[in-house]
């Protein structure tokens, strides 16, 4: 299966550029197994469209303003993307400069202080910050918001709040989990009252969920690392959910992936450490019952993996669906609920 099978044309005008004024306003495309029809709906209908029951898997991760700016001594101007966290002041980080920066090499932060520059591995540099406090509490100060490339603009007040779930609260993702944006404590309350239940996984999304993938046959292709935590607490919660007939409902392919890194030999177990999982068509996604995700770019990883659960004919039809109805795509964009594919 090659990268190129995952095109589709997008009008450019159909990017959203900014959240809309509710979060439980989106719409929401419902597309359940084919031939039974598509049906528009909206996010804060989600409600009637799940059972009593059902469980609900959030990603409680917290985006960090993790985009810096400075110079090198030369006075060459730095861009700094922070990938994750590491102890003592440390970080993995892209760097963008007119030359490379070496081993050695300090650069003059814009907010006050330095970062020093340990070594490279690949894309990331390895950066350590003097700046006389703990890294993840000056960042929440100096850090800017890092709004995710196809988003025109920079970014501003409401962003601070709106490129957060409400329930994240574990501090280590520099891109939100985008999915679960659409969900505000109206929505959740009615859920609550329906009879749907939530749980949580923890997968910090890394700078890389926007690297394209750059081979063609994507047998080649290796997916960035990302950290995660799937707790016992969880998987006690999916085990009694199925017993009792309800379905585990994913929110967000990071939730996906998460429960399918911590899959051993058929059975969830938990696990908290490193994931490379590369899902694509042929694999079979067993953790979730059905997904709810956003609309991903073409020739992406997280189209890809979307169409392994309800497989690539049917989310094409839906995405063509998305195109002519003018849904909004992409991290601000509208949604849709997926149901695997029927296997024939």
Not at 272 to 296: Q, W
Request: charged share 25%.
């Amino acid at each position: 299966m090659k990268k190129s099978d995952f095109h589709y044309e997008l009008p450019p005008e159909l990017i959203a550029q900014v959240p809309l004024a509710e979060r439980s306003a989106s719409r929401l495309l419902c597309v359940p197994p084919a031939p039974a029809p598509m049906r528009d709906a909206q996010v804060r209908d989600l409600p009637s469209l799940l059972q009593p029951g059902d469980l609900l898997v959030f990603n409680d991760t917290r985006v960090i303003p993790a985009r810096l700016f400075g110079a090198k001594d030369s006075g060459g101007r730095v861009e700094i993307l922070i990938e994750r966290l590491l102890p003592n002041n440390e970080a993995r980080a892209q760097v963008g400069a007119s030359k490379s920066p070496k081993p050695g090499a300090r650069i003059a932060l814009d907010a006050g202080g330095e970062a020093e520059v340990l070594g490279r591995e690949g894309e990331f540099y390895r950066l350590r910050f003097h700046i006389g406090d703990t890294l993840e509490s000056w960042l929440l100060r100096a850090g800017r918001l890092p709004l995710p490339p196809y988003i025109r603009r920079e970014p501003g007040a409401d962003d601070a709040e709106r490129y957060q779930t409400v329930f994240a609260r574990e501090v280590g993702a520099v891109a939100a989990p985008t999915a679960g944006l659409h969900f505000d404590d109206a929505l959740l309350q009615a859920l609550r009252e329906r009879g749907v239940r939530f749980g949580h996984i923890t997968l910090h999304v890394g700078a890389g969920t926007f690297q394209p993938v750059r081979v063609d046959d994507l047998r080649e292709h290796r997916m960035h690392s990302e950290w995660l935590n799937v707790g016992a607490e969880l998987i006690e919660q999916i085990r009694r959910t199925r017993a009792a007939g309800g379905r585990v409902v994913a929110v967000g392919t990071t939730v996906v992936r998460a429960l399918e890194s911590a899959m051993h030999e058929g059975e969830l177990l938990p696990f908290a450490g490193e994931t490379r999982i590369f899902i694509f068509p042929g694999y079979k996604i067993r953790s979730v019952d059905a997904l709810l995700t956003n609309f991903h770019l073409p020739e992406s990883t997280l189209l890809m993996l979307v169409s392994a659960f309800a497989g690539k004919a049917r989310v094409f039809e839906a995405y063509a669906h998305a195109v002519r109805e003018k849904y909004r795509f992409f991290s601000y964009g509208d949604a849709m609920l997926l149901f695997p594919e029927i296997a024939k």
